[in-house]
């Protein structure tokens, strides 16, 4: 076909797995959506959420124009006066009440290099009040940074030299697809793989062993396995005498408790202790592989660096096809003065997991107008109630997405932005080493307009036009200066994926960025902050990543009535519940109803539910959630929440 045409491009979404892709385009509509097979690591492999995407594009429900929100009524207008009603609202405001009474909400559902110039667009503005913390990763950074100094992954790539993988609250099958072909290589090869979570997840499917630890009590199943390997004498003693400190001491927490008593603490059996500590034993180098489930309580540090500490008693740090992995820099490849932040150093932040009290509580001046992109904070931040309370009483909202969700609902302005597959920009990655070309697929769909050209034509009405202005080309060459600085010119990188020079393995010389120069054990944890329990709320709610959507990107015609709940089957029974019955889920946050899905894979003491849902779905278990910030690293422990169940009368 003469106008067929295959365009290279990287998935922008909110996933680790960043896969290089394949369009397919004819008579200028997209196709089909694939992986690369060019790509070093995803090698052809991309998950069905990617050849979905299509539907996501080209859906009737899509805002495609232009909106304002006249008398309680939406009207399309056009971008001229959308524009112009934005930059005299925020002029006005900061006329009025000070550039902190405009809150610029950022999330990451697109983590692209030109997203940088959103901000930066609000810092030539004026100090306007932002966010800090994060409703993910931060907390298994800032934890892991106190171990290593610079927390540094190993490159998946490595992962091949492994010779067992030990995923810990991680689900390759639903949310890191190209760990997938690594997994069963190293099954191929005699190896082993162990998958940890409190519910039997997709991906327990091909593993060796399936373990299920207590929600919140992972630390315990990770002292028992470093006692095992201590009472063996298995220990990495040179790693523990020459590149240590606090060994002793890390070595005290483990003798604490008796194995079986360590066993009984995690919700675990011994076998389970056991068979992880005889593969780490057994099977080295092993990978241990971190998930962000384990992120999601609020003194998850203690778990993430009991679980470093096995890492190095097991002798698997500071070698290949080992380490102990959480994630990447995915704004590390380019160059960060383009945040801007430098130009308004003491501004007002925000903590993200508590957004809705924070909006409340902000005085001198109050929150008056809040811009947001890439992110639907009304659905996905945690104690719904609070936040939507918090954005109605906000008395001018704007929106920059793709669809009528629970946030848009609430805005006055809807400005609608592209997909990934419609612009030009630069993707780097927080699962992987490689920055990936984003390459223009298809025309914009109606109307839409990249949020780059979105802030262009805003930053056009105000008097710092001259500073912003340029083209997209421009800012991709200053932005990933870094790139370049490597080798990788421009022009090479809008034809693949270009791989930043970390190591592969990290800490071969046994070097760490830490003060002492050296691993750092930890040396004492409080064991009332782990897994908290409650009578009146007995149950954990884990709110998981779902396997067909990403976050809250879905439409409304794809919720189900109701959302659907798993539970374990032989607590139903004690409860009086069947499976499929209509039950009330309450926390002491608020409370929804669900479909209630019996599931033998999870543990007597959860409710496991897909996250992402809307409020106007039918859905919103952010509702159920509680806000906090979590102890290091100000992330959000979803976790925390407990719930209780009973029929819907």
């Given at each position: 076909m003469a106008d067929a045409k295959k365009i290279i491009t990287t998935c922008t979404r909110d996933c680790p797995n960043t896969c290089g892709l394949v369009a397919r385009v004819e008579n200028n509509r997209l196709v089909k959506l694939t992986g690369s097979k060019e790509h070093p690591l995803t090698r052809g492999v991309a998950c069905h959420k990617a050849s979905r995407y299509i539907k996501r594009v080209y859906s009737k429900e899509r805002i495609i124009h232009p909106m304002v929100k006249e008398k309680g009524d939406w009207k399309r207008v056009s971008w001229d006066k959308a524009l112009d009603l934005v930059a005299d609202k925020m002029k006005t405001i900061?006329?009025?009440?000070g550039h902190q009474a405009i809150l610029y909400y950022q999330g990451y559902g697109e983590r692209t290099a030109l997203k940088l110039l959103n901000k930066y667009f609000f810092n030539l503005f004026g100090p306007v009040t932002t966010l800090h913390g994060s409703l993910c990763g931060g907390t298994g950074q800032a934890s892991q940074d106190m171990d290593f100094g610079r927390r540094i992954s190993h490159d998946p790539l490595d992962h091949f030299n492994s010779k067992a993988m030990i995923l810990w609250a991680r689900n390759p099958v639903s949310t890191n697809i190209s760990l997938v072909p690594i997994m069963k290589d190293i099954r191929k090869k005699g190896g082993r793989v162990i998958v940890i979570d409190p519910f039997k997840n997709r991906t327990a499917a091909l593993s060796d062993r399936f373990i299920a630890p207590a929600p919140g009590k992972d630390l315990y199943l990770a002292l028992a396995a470093a006692r095992i390997i201590y009472d063996q004498g298995a220990q990495d003693k040179d790693f523990l005498d020459n590149h240590s400190i606090n060994a002793e001491e890390f070595k005290g927490l483990v003798d604490r408790h008796s194995l079986e008593a360590l066993c009984a603490l995690a919700g675990v059996t011994l076998e389970d202790a056991d068979d992880l500590a005889q593969t780490l034993i057994d099977y080295t180098p092993a990978s241990i592989l971190l998930g962000w489930g384990l992120h999601r309580h609020k003194d998850a540090h203690y778990t993430i660096r009991a679980i470093d500490a096995l890492g190095a008693v097991s002798g698997n740090i500071g070698v290949e096809g080992g380490g102990v992995s959480q994630g990447f820099e995915e704004f590390g490849p380019y160059d960060q003065q383009?945040?801007?932040?430098?130009?308004?150093?003491?501004?007002?932040?925000?903590?993200?997991?508590?957004?809705?009290?924070?909006?409340?509580?902000?005085?001198?001046?109050?929150?008056r107008m809040i811009v947001t992109t890439a992110s639907n904070p009304v659905c996905m931040a945690p104690n719904?109630?609070?936040?939507?309370?918090a954005f109605k009483k906000t008395e001018f909202l704007v929106y920059c997405g793709h669809f009528m969700d629970d946030t848009a609902d609430l805005a006055d302005v809807f400005l609608p932005a592209t997909t990934f597959l419609e612009e030009e920009d630069v993707m780097a990655s927080y699962g992987h080493n490689y920055v990936g070309p984003v390459n223009k697929a298809i025309a914009p769909v109606g109307e839409c307009k990249s949020e780059f050209d979105i802030f262009v034509e805003l930053a056009k009405r105000f008097d710092f036009a001259h500073r912003f202005c340029r083209s997209a080309k421009d800012w991709l060459h200053d932005i990933c200066a870094p790139i370049r600085e490597y080798g990788c010119s421009m022009d090479d990188l809008a034809k693949g994926p270009f791989r930043i020079p970390e190591p592969m393995a990290p800490y071969l010389d046994k070097k760490f960025e830490t003060p002492s120069g050296k691993f750092e054990f930890m040396t004492r944890y409080d064991p009332k902050k782990l897994g908290r329990t409650s009578t009146a709320f007995p149950y954990t709610l884990l709110t998981v990543a779902a396997h067909d959507f990403i976050c809250s990107e879905r439409t409304l015609r794809e919720h189900t009535p109701l959302p659907e709940i798993h539970f374990n089957p032989l607590e139903a029974e004690r409860l009086g519940l069947e499976d499929e019955a209509v039950v009330r889920v309450k926390s002491r946050s608020g409370e929804v109803m669900a479909l209630l899905r019996t599931d033998p894979g999870v543990r007597c003491d959860c409710v496991m539910a897909e996250r992402g849902g809307w409020l106007k779905g039918g859905h919103g278990l952010n509702r159920l959630t509680i806000d906090m910030a979590s102890t290091i690293g100000c992330g959000t422990p979803y976790y925390e929440t407990r719930v209780t169940l009973s029929r819907e009368n």
């Open positions: 900061a006329a009025r009440d383009y945040w801007g932040d430098h130009l308004h150093p003491d501004r007002r932040t925000l903590s993200m997991p508590l957004i809705g009290e924070e909006i409340l509580n902000a005085n001198d001046p109050k929150i719904q109630n609070k936040v939507e309370k």
